[in-house]
């Protein structure tokens, strides 16, 4: 069984484009005063399962009804080495679900107004899926999960640069606590000690106040492979 990719796979490429609106004298948000709001988004358009051109013959890709990633926190920082990182909300420590596809808020806060050059995500690296569609391996609306950041995997680290040591696989997914830093400058966050493996290219400055979305477009994010199906790079940005 072919191996659902980790995040460096995942997100190969992709740069997190931020454009963001400044508040006006409607709320930010669900609470009303928050003065940063970030906002959940899927994004599915029909499309048919194509065959791929870079596994072995069999190998289909489709789009997938439902994405969701489990939040612990966010984080912001004006550094472009994401150091001092500011946090914007704490979640309960179990964690909540957010699926892309229902257009959540992911998260909501506060922090002080200004321009900040990274954002950091503390997530689960068990991922979650459901094709919108059957075709080979995969079944409409059943879910599947991939494991990121596995069992060997030692290079990651959290806000605070402690090492996140991985576990788990695609067979047996173990839920690992990673964070994703996206940054103007990876550059500077691999030279702070940061993993590349865990880091996004930020397009622009996160301004607060302000709100932005962070969409990801699911149409072709579901591969069947022999007899595995997973999910496979979702494209990710922010608007």
């Known amino acids: 069984m072919r ?18 609106t400044a508040c006006s004298s409607e709320p930010a948000g669900p609470g009303g005063d928050s003065a940063l709001t970030v906002y959940g988004a899927g994004s599915t358009p029909a499309a048919a399962p194509q065959a791929s051109q870079e596994l072995p013959d069999g190998a289909l890709w489709g789009p997938a009804s439902s994405v969701t990633i489990h939040l612990y926190a966010l984080w912001i920082s004006p550094s472009a080495d ?18 892309f ?23 689960s690296d068990v991922l979650r899926m459901k094709p919108a569609s059957s075709f080979g391996a995969c079944v409409a609306n059943v879910e599947y999960s991939g494991d990121i950041y596995r069992d060997g995997e030692t290079d990651w680290k959290d806000v605070d640069l402690n090492p996140i040591i991985g576990t788990g696989s695609d067979e047996v997914p173990a839920n690992d606590h990673v964070t994703i830093f996206m940054t103007r400058n990876p550059a500077a966050a691999i030279a702070r000690g940061i993993s590349e493996n865990q880091i996004v290219e930020l397009g622009s400055d996160l301004v607060v106040p302000g709100q932005s979305t962070f969409v990801m477009d699911a149409s072709q994010a579901v591969l069947s492979w022999g007899s595995g199906c997973g999910l496979e790079k979702p494209i990710i940005s922010f608007h």
Not at 3 to 20: K, M, N
Not at 101 to 115: D, I, T, Y
């Open 82 to 99: 994401c150091s001092n990182p500011v946090l914007v909300q704490q979640h309960p420590a179990a964690g909540v679900d957010k699926d």
């Open 3 to 20: 191996s659902i990719s980790p995040l460096r796979s995942l997100l190969a490429g992709c740069s997190v484009a931020l454009t963001l």
């Open 101 to 123: 596809m229902l257009n959540p808020v992911l998260f909501e806060g506060s922090p002080a107004n200004g321009s900040y050059q990274c954002v950091m995500f503390k997530m």
